[in-house]
């Protein structure tokens, strides 16, 4: 669980609405997968996504997914190997049209295909609840 002094950083960066967004998805995430949570302020400062702080889900160095929190801006991001993204692309009629945008237009790279949804809304969240299971079992 995040301590107080980091929810108020994040609050702060992000305002409440984003925050509560976050909340959904991060008690989500702790209660259906069996992951350790790590918070982080970010030394480099990617230019697409100036993010200024992390939150990081991973299990035995594996990382699952990570929150970006950068001015007013809330995303999650899920890295998709080969055979991962072949999942994805088989479930594509089970995700949102904008989410599955989200998922093509980004570039595929040597490590996998590296997609960030930026959550400005609730609007993604059962979309995201369908691609983690791909990157993790859950706990039952």
Known sequence: M???FSRKKLEVLVGNEKL??????YEYIKNTY???CS???LKYVNKLWPA???????????????????ENRLGLSII???DERIKVENMKDEL????????????????????????EDLSLIEDIKKLLPIKRKPKN
């Open 96 to 119: 949102s049209n904008k989410a599955y945008k989200i998922y093509d237009d980004e570039e595929i790279y040597h490590d996998g295909k590296w997609v960030m949804f930026e959550l």
């Open 34 to 36: 069996d992951v350790e």
């Open 52 to 70: 200024k702080y992390e939150v990081k889900f991973a299990k035995g160095g594996k990382k699952m997914t990570a929150f970006y929190f950068a």
């Open 39 to 41: 918070f982080q302020e």
């Open 20 to 25: 509560e967004i976050f909340d959904i998805l």
């Open 2 to 4: 995040l301590d107080e």
């Open 80 to 82: 998709f190997g080969k």
